[in-house]
DNA sequence: CCTCTCAATGCAAACGATTGCAACAAGGCA
DNA sequence: TGCCTTGTTGCAATCGTTTGCATTGAGAGG
């Protein structure tokens, strides 16, 4: 197609055909003041026209440092949520965009946590420099022990007691008892939890909810926990059983937006009016809330932000620095599935 | 927490240890026959007793083999589709598996297709020994002229006339007139197909719905084609649009999921009966489908099977071997978005 | 007892860049 | 003219492995 000159795959070829030394081409390629300014623009000509792009492995090895950095998502295996969570994948999604923008690469892994070692392994291997750990999940211990480690990371994930890394999340507590308030608000009073409180940031959000109930108005019925892990069926299924035990209730703040959706499903296949009968609430924020029908009021996490919170809190631990975890506010989006008025 | 004797950071550190020369560790830690039982067993406690991993910029640079895959997801900017997209995510999910289980790593990254050379720069780095470009998006010249450099890729996508390149991929025409001919056999007969053909795999779809409707019975409508990119909310709008001209139709073929949730919310939202006004069939089969409501019917691809396919593929192409495209079958799933019978 | 083989290990050269330091030329200043 | 500074460039060590080849020692066969 275009007429390409045999190309040139290493910096001694380069070096030969511009006439100098590979330290001068190293050197003009890194955009270094040693090297002047003519010299330069000649090897970067050269080096485009040939094709030449820098053996990033070569460049890893001298230099110590890979550009790379590691997305690791801790998949609790109980709760076979994968990337395919819409939410995880939004996220994965921001942080392709934040990484590529810092000039690095992204390195995804899972990990099924019934795993020793698989945050030392990780580390030792030194693929890159530095990790991003998507969800604490079951792994909150592994990672306070990695902490003592000199491999930086942090962490997406929920604002625990002691804890010793740093964390990049939602305030979970005062946006679940935001959005049960709203509920409240509303006029409800049976309010049942729909979630499964072993990972962290869902055990906050129940307590963010438990909270609202405590300080409700009178007639506020006891918090209800129904058990159901972050899948489509398993809430499917959960609601339904939770529907056949006969106890009444006229909202349902879900843990999460997947399975908020999948909890109005089982509703209005049993039947119930949505919002009239029963309002429901989710957590997250995803696009598609937005289209199901009716469209899902939730609690909105603001991802664009966490991404780009959790690239610079890393690159600057990276670079040395100590950094705070951050707590983001979370934001009501109230939509259809909760009536405006009761 | 552990008793951790200090870690060895490098080869040599390991060796000095041991006892032996770096070189016996080196293949002791390959399983090399070449050295003794014993020794090799000995030399493996060490390493595990001192967490010592490899570090695989080293062995990269000195092996020529990254032992990553790169997946790439070329994003036509018009169609601002991400890794959000359910399908994508999913897809990339089950690659995530399948790549890790070969013992490689998975390098992420964007593309942003008003963008040169982007193939040849990924290709050049190196930092990784063959590329996964999930969706050709509108980028098949590109993949043409690559299929001439040396380094070993494949494309999930569709299957085009002329194509040099490896594919792995439903096979969307006969898939897709699988779909349009359900709807006829259920005595539809103005069946509106929404989506984009501006991506190869779509116009394929596409195909399929006409040559459906050309062997339709007596009685079925002409194609008629609504233009919506593949995100939700342009598909909504564009469905809104569509129902303004108030042009007659009593089905839906939508080219993705996505795109059949956002009709089927728009089309709820104008009060029209689903699927008993309009019957709704969508496109791959995300697990979303079987959980809002009503339920889609939709075309399943099986993309666990396609993650294989396409990295046994494409280590096969590593290997030095010719393979050949695989085109997949799609599976229809019938569920309630379009009534069983009319 | 001497060689020959074979298994196991050590030696040292790559892999392709980066980078501190030395070298060199030109120009300024005394 | 001589010396010092400044701006460029070359030299060579280095990053941590892998791997072809040389070396060693022991056991076998003549």
């Known amino acids: 197609m275009n007429s390409k000159p045999k190309s040139a795959t290493t910096m001694a070829d380069l ?9 001068t081409v190293s050197r003009a390629l890194a955009d270094s003041p040693l090297v002047e300014q003519s010299v330069r623009k000649r090897i970067i ?4 026209q040939h094709g ?9 090895l001298r230099s110590g440092r890979t550009q790379t950095l590691s997305v690791v998502i801790p998949l609790a295996h109980e709760l076979g949520q994968g990337l395919t969570d819409p939410f995880f994948s939004s ?18 892994q899972k990990v099924v946590p019934p795993m020793d070692h698989w945050f030392d392994q990780l580390a030792a291997a030194r693929r890159s420099d530095g990790i991003i750990v998507i ?21 997406w994930g929920g604002h625990l007691r002691g804890q010793n890394y740093c964390v990049v999340g939602t305030d979970n507590v005062s946006a679940a008892r935001m959005a049960t308030e709203h509920l409240l608000r509303l006029g409800r009073r049976r309010i049942v939890f729909i979630g499964d409180p ?24 006891k918090p209800v926990m129904v058990k159901a892990h972050l899948t489509p069926d398993a809430a499917y299924q959960a609601t339904l059983e939770h529907l056949r035990t006969g106890r009444k209730f006229d909202a349902v703040f879900a843990a999460s937006d997947v399975i908020a959706i999948s909890a109005m499903r089982a509703l209005s296949s049993s039947g119930i009016a949505i919002p009239e009968q029963v309002a429901v609430v989710g957590f997250d924020g995803i696009d598609l809330g937005a289209h199901v029908h009716p469209a899902l009021t939730t609690l909105r996490q603001d991802l664009t932000r966490g991404a780009k919170l959790l690239v610079t809190q890393l690159l600057r631990r990276i670079a040395g620095e100590t950094v ?13 599935s909760c009536g405006e008025s009761r």
Chains 1, 2 share one sequence.
């Open 15 to 23: 070096a030969r055909l511009a006439g100098v030394h590979v330290s």
């Open 91 to 108: 996220l994965l999604s921001h942080l392709a965009d934040e990484i590529t923008e810092k000039g690095y690469g992204m390195l995804l």
């Open 135 to 155: 969800g604490q999940s079951t792994e909150h211990k592994v990672l306070q022990a990695a902490a003592y480690s000199e491999v930086p990371f942090v962490v």
């Open 52 to 60: 030449y792009v820098v053996n990033s492995t070569a460049r890893n």
């Open 45 to 48: 000509k050269l080096a485009s």
């Open 198 to 221: 072993v990972s962290p940031e869902i055990k906050l959000r129940y307590e963010g909810y438990e909270q609202a109930l405590a300080h409700g108005p009178a007639g506020t019925a």
């Open 324 to 336: 705070e975890s951050v707590k983001m506010p979370g934001e009501l989006v109230v939509r259809e």
